[in-house]
């Protein structure tokens, strides 16, 4: 099946951990996003690659770091884990001109206990 | 700066009623829009897109959306509601365009209530 899938679907971690979330697709697309969305469900970028070149980099912590092997992974390692790192987080990708449109991973949900 | 605007937090209609999602929008070129639609638990769904030319858009499950250029509006419709479709709804625009970062830019979501 052609998508954007993520792992792991759920992860639940302690303060101060370490964790990874891995994104891949296989729609041909050459940029990839990660999105968090809060509690109140708003939906906000973090980061973007475009064949494996850094594009966006909002206002992140730097616990926050991105890693794409090449144009078809966008993974997501966070350090040092914090209460308010629980979230959803999706992975997306596109065309770097979007007219094709945004496929979306099915998400990961962080807890951070 | 680019941003998008759904007034309504929250919509209850009954079942078999009609629908009408509101969604504004801010950028400074000809906007590429989207809707989607996050079912409890679920990822997000692209229900239908805008990009140029018919400015009435269908989409999948029965959805359609109308770009107004003067009102700076791409408002979500569908005649019947059904049960199924109780969910979150999300309207966006793409920053796109030469030396855009391509990223979608979305509203704060619609909580959709169906009622039996």
């Known amino acids: 099946d052609t998508a954007v899938s993520q792992t792991p679907k759920y992860l639940v971690t302690q303060m101060g951990n370490d964790k990874s979330i891995k994104c891949e697709q296989n729609?041909?697309?050459?940029?990839m996003y990660w999105y968090k969305q809060d509690s109140k469900k708003f939906l906000k970028i973090m980061f973007s690659?475009?064949?494996?070149?850094?594009?966006i980099n909002e206002t992140v912590p730097n616990r926050f770091s991105p890693k794409s092997p090449d144009k078809a992974h966008l993974n997501l390692h966070i350090n040092s884990l914090e209460l308010g790192d629980s979230a959803v987080y999706f992975c997306?990708?596109?065309?770097?001109?979007?007219?094709?449109?945004?496929?979306f991973g099915s998400g990961t949900r962080l807890t951070v206990v | 700066a680019q941003s998008v605007t759904q007034p309504d937090i929250h919509i209850t209609v009954s079942e078999g009623a009609s629908l009408e999602l509101r969604c504004n929008y801010s950028?400074?070129?000809?906007?590429?829009l989207f809707w989607y639609v996050q079912s409890p638990g679920q990822g997000l769904q692209l229900l239908l897109k805008?990009?140029?030319?018919?400015?009435l858009v269908q989409g999948i499950k029965g959805f359609e959306a109308e770009f107004k250029r003067s009102q700076s509006s791409f408002n979500l419709r569908k005649p019947s509601v059904h049960w199924s479709d109780a969910a979150e709804y999300f309207c966006?625009?793409?920053?796109?365009?030469?030396?855009?970062?391509?990223?979608?830019?979305f509203g704060q979501g619609t909580t959709l209530q169906v009622k039996p």
């Open positions: 997306a990708s596109s065309q770097r001109n979007p007219v094709g449109g945004y496929t």
């Open positions: 966006a625009v793409a920053d796109h365009g030469s030396g855009n970062t391509g990223k979608l830019i």
């Open positions: 729609l041909g697309h050459d940029t």
């Open positions: 950028y400074g070129a000809t906007p590429y």
């Open positions: 690659y475009n064949n494996k070149e850094l594009i």
């Open positions: 805008y990009f140029s030319g018919d400015t």
